[in-house]
């Protein structure tokens, strides 16, 4: 079993910055893939990025692509996602998860899910 804690969330200004955090327990995530999604009020949880268990492999949604980076730190089991220029419709729950193979994180069925983190953008 893997246990997933995001944190980082809150309210910035159109144009800010935020980094989300992602830490895992339960077992190591060194071998496996992760990936942040995010669900927005009356809207479907959609994919947001991917990142390979060596990190050496990231993916993205073409809304954030440019703007949102993921990385990971396999030593502190942790995973990130650091979101520049945010846009009030980046605003939504975002959530982490894990699975041992990146295409189901792509296909948005990975076998693991976090609680979410709210990031709220004021225009």
């Known amino acids: 079993q893997v246990q997933l804690v995001e944190s980082g969330g809150g309210a910035v200004q159109a144009g800010g910055s935020l980094r989300l955090s992602c830490a895992a327990s339960?077992?190591?995530?060194?071998?496996?893939?992760m990936g942040w999604f995010r669900q927005a009020p009356g809207k479907e949880r959609e994919f947001v990025a991917a990142?390979?268990?060596?990190?050496?492999?990231?993916y993205y949604a073409d809304s954030v692509k440019g703007r949102f980076t993921i990385s990971r730190d396999n030593a502190k089991n942790t995973v990130y996602l650091q979101m520049n220029g945010l846009k009030p419709e980046d605003t939504a729950v975002y959530y982490c998860?894990?699975?041992?193979?990146?295409?189901?994180?792509?296909?948005?069925?990975?076998?693991?899910w976090g609680q979410g983190t709210q990031v709220t953008v004021a225009s």
């Open positions: 339960g077992r190591t995530i060194s071998t496996y893939a």
């Open positions: 990142i390979i268990w060596s990190g050496g492999t990231t």
């Open positions: 998860a894990a699975h041992p193979q990146v295409l189901p994180i792509r296909r948005g069925t990975p076998a693991y």
